[in-house]
């Protein structure tokens, strides 16, 4: 019942920015830790960005001072702010969460669908 679906993603130039967001919907009682992973063609996917319930971030080497990671609590939303593209973010972007359901004590760790991110001139 719970899904995690991304949006924003799209083709722009290199220098550019993007906005990523991703709700969370369904019977959910409470979000946990919120984050976003990407996977380049051919590459593993790997962590972007992470965001506590309380807004401690965390990034990747290879974004830190371009990205910002945000959420709304009060939305179950997460976002990415996706400034400085590279053509080497092209990846498809995926948003992850811990999410306790209603009815449950325990947080089960779900992802959404992914977005694809086409920096490229």
């Known amino acids: 019942q719970v899904q995690l679906v991304e949006s924003g993603g799209g083709l722009v130039q290199p220098g550019g920015s993007l906005r990523l967001s991703c709700a969370a919907s369904?019977?959910?009682?409470?979000?946990?830790?919120m984050g976003w992973y990407r996977q380049a063609p051919g590459k593993e996917r790997e962590l972007v960005a992470t965001?506590?319930?309380?807004?401690?971030?965390n990034y990747a080497d290879s974004v830190t001072g371009r990205f910002t990671v945000s959420r709304d609590n009060a939305k179950d939303t997460v976002y990415l702010q996706m400034n400085s593209l590279k053509p080497e973010d092209t990846a498809v972007y995926y948003c992850?969460?811990?999410?306790?359901?209603?009815?449950?004590?325990?947080?089960?760790?779900?992802w959404g669908p992914g977005t694809l991110v086409t920096v490229s001139s």
């Open positions: 369904g019977s959910i009682f409470s979000i946990n830790a």
């Open positions: 965001i506590t319930t309380g807004g401690s971030t």
């Open positions: 992850n969460a811990g999410v306790r359901r209603v009815g449950t004590l325990r947080y089960l760790e779900v």
